[in-house]
Nanobody, 124 residues
Framework: QVQLVESGGGLVQAGGSLRLACVAS????????MGWFRQAPGKEREFVAG????????YYADSVKGRFTISRDNVKTTVYLQMNNLKPEDTAVYYC?????????????????WGQGTQVTVSS
């Protein structure tokens, strides 16, 4: 069983930055591919960024490429999402998710464990 707890959300002005953190329970965290997803009101949940188990491979949605960075600390069993140059369209609930294998995926159905989400609101 893996539990994921996100933190770091909040209200920020456009152009600002936030760093989200997701702490995972479990002793084999380094084996799990991890991802960040988001869901805006009235929209479907979408992929934002993903990391392989080792952190050696990272992947991003086109809409955040160059602005967001996913990273992980396997000793602290934590995955981060650094978000820079935030835009109002980044407003959403952000979810951390874990796979049961080491690869990454953009597909929601490939993630088995999910956090409760953290709200990010970007004002214009």
């Amino acid at each position: 069983q893996v539990q994921l707890v996100e933190s770091g959300g909040g209200l920020v002005q456009a152009g600002g930055s936030l760093r989200l953190a997701c702490v995972a329970s479990g002793r084999i965290f380094s084996r799990y591919g991890m991802g960040w997803f988001r869901q805006a009101p009235g929209k479907e949940r979408e992929f934002v960024a993903g990391s392989s188990g080792s952190g050696g491979s990272t992947y991003y949605a086109d809409s955040v490429k160059g602005r967001f960075t996913i990273s992980r600390d396997n000793v602290k069993t934590t995955v981060y999402l650094q978000m820079n140059n935030l835009k109002p369209e980044d407003t959403a609930v952000y979810y951390c998710a874990a796979r049961t294998s080491g690869g990454y995926s953009r597909r929601i159905e490939d993630y088995y464990y999910w956090g409760q989400g953290t709200q990010v609101t970007v004002s214009s």
